[in-house]
């Protein structure tokens, strides 16, 4: 039954023009007695449709997530499939998922999709082939899958860390600016445990480098 709904809301433009389709033909063609469900009904498939267009795919890695089957997969092979999205090339990332019945299908995403969970500004340049992925798929389907982003072997680590270290320099020039504020302290102090939580720095003297930063303004902050 959720594999059937994943396949509904899957297809959202087809969703639109059938519920169009209806919407019309309820108004030329039914009868006056059923025209008022006829026309509810197709509004309803219409709204359905756009909720799904925007929002669907955050509702399919929801029912995935929630219904879906723990498996791996690894990276088989990056290919391009020649067009672009937001003036990125878009690329086809096979994978091998080993089912719970030690089935080995295929299956593949595109850099585009959303496929992704939680959803991650990822680099997926750093995507190697040979790599593992731990994710859920549909047992009754397993093209629907989703990838669990943030325990990802390298790329979402990568992710993660640069939007750690941009928000942490951030902080940093803000409480270097206002050494006194209150919420500039804390927002350094909790980016910086995170920074060390996630393990973000390339080397030890990076990491001295900004617990020295605010040990230091913590200082000028009581002179």
């Known amino acids: 039954m959720i594999t059937v709904f994943l396949n509904i809301i899957s297809h959202p433009i087809i969703l639109m023009v059938v519920a169009i389709f209806s919407l019309i033909s309820s108004f030329f063609f039914a009868k006056s007695k059923g025209r008022s469900f006829s ?20 509702l ?22 020649a067009f672009v999205d937001h003036q990125q090339p878009v690329m086809r990332y096979n994978l091998l998922i080993k089912t719970d019945s030690n089935e080995v299908i295929e299956v593949y995403f595109l850099n585009s999709d959303s496929d992704l969970h939680p959803l991650l500004k990822t680099d997926f ?42 928000q942490l320099n951030e902080a940093m020039a803000k409480l270097k600016f206002d050494p006194q504020n209150e919420r500039f302290q804390d927002d350094f102090a909790l980016l910086l ?13 990076t990491l001295e480098y900004y617990q020295d930063t605010f040990k230091r303004l913590n200082v000028e902050m009581w002179l």
């Open 39 to 58: 026309i509810l009904v197709s509004l309803f498939l219409l709204v359905f449709g756009v909720f799904n267009f925007a929002w669907g795919h955050h």
């Open 60 to 81: 399919s890695q929801y029912l995935i997530n929630r219904h879906g089957v723990e498996a791996v997969g690894v990276l088989i092979a990056v290919e391009d499939v």
């Open 125 to 166: 340049s750093n995507f190697s082939i040979g790599k593992e992925f731990r994710l859920k798929y549909m047992e009754n389907d397993p093209m629907f899958f989703t990838i669990f982003s943030e325990v990802q072997v390298g790329y979402s680590k990568n992710a993660v860390c640069n939007q750690v270290v941009y």
């Open 193 to 205: 445990l995170q920074y060390e939580r996630e393990d973000c720095y390339t080397n030890q003297a």
